[in-house]
């Protein structure tokens, strides 16, 4: 064996994160906005993240209504939006985007939010329903348990086949 080598470490500076959290829920109670996101992957973050931009807006005269940063261990948040049932903002516009030390990543994709009809509805948006339980690893555990036990029984009916012709 010879000599180690010398080794070298090298860093590199710090990007914007390269894409925003996605929104998966939104309520609305009263004049209160709670919105839930999934946390950016750690591949995304491009450095460090140092929270999440929360944004909402008027989507009729484009009005900020809340502009905020929140802790980067938080997926949800509660905005309080005062008067919003009274339908002074019929339609807003909820958007997050994530940050670390080289600025704010690009936001979500806009969620749009009729006040109106979701204040007489109940007011549950799940904006992505392949996030509901029962999909992703637990339909892949289910298929695959499945299928180990179409093929168990197809190995037990072959030995009693091959036992049955000798």
Request: hydrophobic fraction near 40%.
């Amino acid at each position: 064996m010879g000599m180690p080598s010398a080794s070298s470490t090298a860093s590199t500076h710090e990007d914007l994160p390269s894409t925003g959290p996605t929104i998966h829920n939104v309520t609305v109670l009263e004049d209160n906005v709670s919105i839930y996101w999934l946390a950016l992957d750690q591949r995304d973050c491009n450095g460090v993240l140092e929270g999440y931009k929360l944004l909402i807006t008027s989507t009729i005269d484009k009005k900020e209504l809340a502009n905020l940063v929140v802790s980067p261990s938080d997926t949800s948040y509660t905005v309080n939006l005062p008067n919003l049932h009274t339908g002074q903002y019929p339609s807003l516009t909820v958007e997050i985007a994530a940050i670390n030390k080289a600025g704010t990543g690009p936001f979500s994709k806009p969620v749009n939010l009729d006040i109106d009809i979701l204040l007489s509805e109940g007011s549950l948006i799940n904006m992505d329903s392949n996030l509901a339980y029962g999909t992703d690893a637990t339909n892949v555990w289910v298929g695959a348990l499945v299928g180990s036990l179409a093929l168990f029984v197809i190995c037990i009916g072959l030995v009693f086949l091959i036992r049955k012709r000798k």
